[in-house]
Each structure stands twice: as C-alpha cells, then as structure tokens.
C-alpha cells in the first residue's frame, strides 16, 4: 500500500508542470457557474491557480482599457473584445468559446404559468400594474451588460420596451438581476440560460426561452491580454478543448 502511495505521488508530479502559477481572470456574469466548475477541473489536472472575477463584459472592457491586471478575458458580447484588439490592449482577436441564450425565468409556484409564449410573464405583470400593482421585472443594465441588451431588443421586438418602463429593475450584471428576477416582489425577468440551468437557481425556478431571433446574437469571444502568463494561456487553450467545449455546453452555450 505504500508503495502504491507513493507511486500515485509521483504520477502526480510529473503529471504537473514544471511551475505551477497563478492568473486572473475577467469573466462575464453568465459564466459564474460554468467556468466556476472549469476552473475547478483545470487547477486539479495542472496544479495552476486561477482568480476568477465576474462582472458586466462592458465594465470589464473600460477596466481593462485602464490597466487593469486581468490577463484573460472571457466576454460575453465580442464587440468588446474587438474594441480591446484594436486599442492594443490583447494579443490578437481571440476567439468565439460561445452563443449564448436569453430567457424568462421566475420562480416554481408564479401565479401565472409560463405557458408558450415567451414573454407571458411580461404581459402579465403589465396586466398587474394595470389592476393597481407593483410587480417588477428584472434585467441587466443595457448600458453596459450584453444580455441587458439582447432583453432591451426582446421586448422591443414584442412592443413591451415602453410599457415596461415603471415595472424594470436593473441589475449591474445579469447574475445580479437573476437575483432579482426571483426576489418576492417581482414578477420574473429576463436573464442568461446558463443561469438557470445551474443547480442553485434551478431548483427554485423555471423559465422558458426566448426566440433567437428576437436579439442580436449573444457571440461571446475571449482573449489574452497583454499582461497574459503561463496559467492564463494554458486556461485558454484548456477551454477550446473537449473538456472545456463540454462543459460550456453542459450549461446551455452553443460551441459550434
């Protein structure tokens, strides 16, 4: 037993690489489950660390314009990551690692049922604040949060963007408003479809999806920056492979 103790340890070590290090990391909201659990598998397989931050994709731009120490960032709207490319601040363009999804997600038990139209949440807390109540709908600030975007351009779409202006209630980042979306005040709100798939959210809810083509596609690129290492490139690379592909897609993304 022993021995085959010590046999294991050195698999283990020379399964490593020659010198573990640390990256940070700047990564979109809808991605706090996905790459949480990425993360988790890449530093047991290469003995590297990684120091995820979440956000908006646009505050992370305008930091990382600034200066900001992120050596890998995964956005979810690529228009930023271009805008970084051509500023200088990344090695080159990165790549597309996602398509993302919007839906409508609420909590288990709403008054009304999701039923099959997409939006029926919306129409039915319009039909609430009519009566005299107050319900609320949540979404990301469109000002600087891509799915804040794509849900402004969805109801939009359905004609619901004016109307819904007493009821909306913004999130700094689309985690933060799926927060919101199933507070007891509100009605629901229009978030990531990774969000709801992840085990934390999706015991408590239920949602249904939204069109495609009711928004601009949800293209989410990631880059290293300038200030990129060895663990940020490796992290980069792992996420392109299978291991990495299949868990994006284990949390509703698109890879293809």
Do not use: C
């Not at 930091?63 to 490319?85: H, K, M, T």
């Not at 891509?146 to 109307?163: E, R, S, T």
């Not at 007493?166 to 990774?194: C, K, T």
């Amino acid at each position: 037993m022993r021995w085959h103790g010590l046999w294991l340890a050195w698999l283990l070590l020379f399964a490593m690489p020659a010198s573990a290090g640390t990256a940070t990391v700047a990564a979109a909201s809808d991605l706090q489950f996905a790459l949480t659990e990425a993360a988790e598998r890449f530093e047991r397989d290469t003995g590297h660390t990684l120091r995820l931050n979440f956000g908006s994709s646009g505050n992370f731009r305008r930091q990382i314009a600034q200066g900001a120490p992120f050596e890998l960032f995964l956005s979810a709207d690529e228009r930023y990551v271009e805008a970084l490319y051509h500023e200088g601040h990344t090695r080159d363009e990165g790549v597309i690692y996602a398509i993302g999804r919007l839906v409508w997600l609420q909590r288990v038990g709403q008054e009304a049922p999701l039923g099959d139209t997409p939006l029926a949440g919306v129409e039915r807390a319009l039909a609430r604040h009519a009566e005299g109540g107050r319900p609320r709908i949540a979404l990301a600030n469109p000002e600087h949060a891509p799915y804040g975007v794509a849900a402004k351009q969805a109801l939009n779409h359905m004609g619901l963007w004016d109307p819904t202006k007493p009821l909306r209630v913004l999130g700094e980042n689309v985690s933060q408003a799926a927060q919101f979306a199933l507070s007891d005040d509100a009605q629901g709100g229009l978030v990531a479809y990774s969000l709801a798939l992840a085990p934390p959210l999706a015991e408590r809810s239920e949602y249904v999806l939204v069109p495609e083509n009711w928004h601009e596609p949800l293209r989410q690129r990631m880059v290293l920056t300038r200030q990129a290492g060895d663990a940020s490139e490796a992290f980069y690379t792992w996420l392109q492979q299978a291991e990495g592909r299949a868990i994006f897609q284990h949390y509703g993304f698109s890879t293809d």
